[in-house]
């Protein structure tokens, strides 16, 4: 598995809502429609404009067409909503345990 960090920044708690929505109803889509793809992951606390989002990718190769081809779509969709650009990290060696609980 492979996984894109994407650090960035809100222009404004007020669009907080709008992010949400925007990433739920329009992004989301667009990701679960690439090659690869096994999930995303958004991180952020309230009261603050730092968001992370998180995807997973099946392989480099799936995460890099993304970067690619559809990256840039997202990009122009988010930037009414963020400041700058997103700073990006990959991970190429991921571990996904999700504790279900024993009890």
């Known amino acids: 598995m492979f996984a894109r960090n ?7 708690l ?3 809502a709008e992010f949400s929505r925007t990433f739920e109803n329009e992004i989301l889509p667009l990701l679960r429609r690439q090659a690869g ?5 958004t ?7 730092e968001q ?4 997973l990718w099946e392989n480099k190769d799936d995460a890099d067409a993304y ?13 009414k909503l ?4 997103p700073r990006i990290r990959t991970y190429e060696a ?9 009890g």
């Open 6 to 12: 994407a650090q960035f920044r809100l222009k404004s």
């Open 52 to 55: 992370i989002a998180i995807s």
């Open 43 to 49: 991180l952020s606390n309230p009261g603050s404009l």
């Open 94 to 102: 991921v571990t996904l345990k999700l504790d279900h609980g024993s």
């Open 14 to 16: 007020t669009v907080a």
């Open 82 to 85: 963020i400041v700058g650009t």
């Open 67 to 79: 970067n690619a081809d559809l990256y840039p779509q997202i990009s122009k969709i988010l930037e």
């Open 37 to 41: 793809f096994k999930g995303e992951i």
